[in-house]
């Protein structure tokens, strides 16, 4: 088989403008950026059409080292569904340049089911995460600024809570300080970087609904806290103006195109634990206003990202997906079964039957929204049909259909198999009304426990001291109704990332609380989060290089 | 008269593809950013067509607070010559965010002289900023990394000399400490932020020939020290192909317009102190390729912009001017007379006769480079009819024409009288082969005292013994053939920035040197350089806000 750059740039595209017409999007009001990409302006998002439409969300079993493929099933879905005959458009995360140059490269699918110009896509694209750079960097400059200009009367805060981001893997910038070498460069503070991705501007680019609530929602940030207990917000330091103005473009989502020329709108891309994990809402509205079937995917496993997907995402949105897809490997089932990690390209059944306490758990959380859920396997050369037939067995024993994908080696007709079942579910057996984990006026804490109970299967729920000060915080300042965004391990039920497989009646500390005020929730970190990745020994960045041109080993 | 958005707002834009069209730039290989911006291809570039247009320098007298309008002068007498029917086109810099929110506001000239579309030129433009900013922020990640990775058997590195950059006013960057917070975070280590457009990357991507070109220099950044007394470069480090990835679109120049439907390139934006303040030669080389004139200009007073526009980019690129105008104003003259700023609106004939010093020495020193000087007097509302007589009278005495300029006020029509005489000076007395003030096997030292003797008028140069250590370690590294790039004030010929006027035979010193290899310059800081501005305590940025989808304020 071809590598995926060999099978991306043997892919002849087709001009973005015909891929937008043949979506019934009017390509008029398209900002192109050059031949193969564009904005679609917000104002053709037509709600009422959207609701008539199909939502399918991708999610994925507990992520393991061994990987699920989760967008290249997304990816392949679509292609899929446009396969058989349905008109499907495709709504995922744009990439962040710090692992394009650090661990795992490029986030563009795989095989023959890629999202196209990767090289573009994965590199600057159309400025979004830069703008949200700058966005965010501004409110940094100006606090400081704000401090250092009025340091004789003082400021009245205390409390500095908004960090400075880049799109960039740099654990030396994770703790610094700042302000240093006399008055001129300003006031002695301790300070740090987060990658793009965990800006907050970033979660509130996804989850507004236009451009008036991304105002109100810049406008709301908390970036301080005064000595009198109140919050200091980017409307207080009178600059909510100039950030929507960096934003302007970047609230658009981007129409590119799969490898087979179905449409993908691809925008925004936050982190998945301490933000919600998934691409922006006016991206998925936009792709139910001109698609039949949507096909759309949240961050790691079903715990982090699916759970996020509905209680943040489709609460603060209105969106409800009619059915989820819920992915798994053999290769992922047997590490969740106590298979070491070098043995699980070998046929294991007994290991895979011990990890299937990690699937169902998750079919049985999804199905607590009311969720219909369908199980994907993601075929992988080394699998064995017994491999295979042994999870389908199982499935069918619960009521849930499971069918292979093989898009990554064969494309949307690989897929055709999987999107017939989805089309059939959808018509035969659709979701029942979404229900939520927790209602908004439940307080925090129970909305806390409700999760960590119901979704991960947790016994006790400890709040440190530090969380419950800035629980009783958030409730003096009446934010109790926000929903709750958990910052846990993506390895595991648990907020410990060895505990593969199934766990229960684990003891889950809230060791932090953080107050998300414009994006519209509450973070609660359980364990230790990493909001600025670091490099390896051997960075992906040493494998690229610019050929006539052509930018190789990115992806 | 209008104001400067009122205008660029009533102007109905002309799409790119038409503006292309009618400078003869093939429009099939554009890459558009929208209707009304695209970036030309580097293959459209033909030296041997640009060799036959003819290229014109615009330069001021020493900048004092009054300002000059060199940037609208420019797009004016671009317009103006577009109107007397020559085919011209402008090469400009691109704005940085920085001012945007600071000080100064946008950079896209005023009044009826303005490139457009303001608010995307001013703000993100076609990512350029942005691109240089990952790549330059890539390197110092990298860098830090390997050491962070070598650090048990050792990096064998020293003197670590790369720093971050962000496109940015913010004073709190500019020295830091990173790596803080246990052996995770990395190493503890002394850092600092710069504003982006002094970057050397900006400085490399403004002075190359192609990609190949720009592959070689990126390669030969030097990062580090090491211990045994060698460079250690970007090569080394192994990523020179990741950096020259993330600039392979940012090469290429920026096509947009001026208020009367002119072309105009507007590409790279370096500081005019330590980095040589000229847009990329290979915009002025595109613009040579298509335009018969071409007007650009560069950044600050004559002693520093035009200095380093004819010693290191006309060194480096071949470009070789026909003429050069030098813009006064009755305003700047008064200063440099010795009238205080709160007087310079009042008729002064006394103040400008004593500021003729300041305009003469200007004069005197480009006509050192072989230069014809037309001298322009860019019009304010204040000047009296009296007052611009005495001024032309005295060019006339020392043989030099001077020409009023309405182009803020009349667009092209204003510059019409400019425009003529421009191409009259060209066609009957244009300047001679063009003369170095040094030459290239002239060493570091004589290469500064010439500068300063015959562009400054200094007396003594004085070197510190750092200044005079880091040209031993230059001559060492067999670098002693790079040109020159010295960082001073650009208020005044010296050092000193409230020496205005003409100073004398003053003591010139060289604190520190800096080399920039990639670039292909030696620095040699006299005083006090800023690379990170700071905000003031009333940001322009409280100005800006989005209405209805457009951004006001800003400009």
Known sequence: MKSDTEIADSTVLEEIDTIARKAGIPVENLFH????IAKVPLKLIDDHKAKKSHLILVTAITATKAGVGKTTVSIGLGMGLNHIGKKAIIALREPSLGPCFGIKGGATGGGYAQVLPPERINLHFTGDFHAITSAHNLIAAQLDNYIFQNRAEGSGLKNILWRRVMDMNDRSLRQIVTGLGGLNNGIPTEAGFDITPASEIMAILCLSKDMEDMEQRIGRIVVAHRYNGEPFTVNDLGITGPVLALLRDAIEPNLVQTTEYNPVLVHGGPFANIAHGCNSAIATRMALTFGDYVVTEAGFGADLGAEKFFNIKCRQSGLRPDLTVLLATTLSLKMHGGVPEADITKPNREGIVQGFANLDKHIENLQSFGQTVLVALNRFTSDTDEEI??????????????VVNNAYTDGGIGAADLAHAVVEEIENNPSRPLRFTYNDNDSPTAKIEKIAHTIYGAGEVVFSQKAEKKLKQIKNWNLNHLPVCIAKTQYSFSADPKRYGLVKDFQFTINDIELNAGAGFIVAIAGEML?????????????IKVVNGKIEGLY
């Open 33 to 36: 950026y050059g031949p193969y």
């Open 389 to 402: 037939e042994l999870i389908m067995r199982h499935c069918e024993q619960k009521g849930i259909r499971c």
């Open 531 to 543: 909001r600025m990745p670091g490099l390896p020994k051997h960075p992906q960045a040493h494998q």
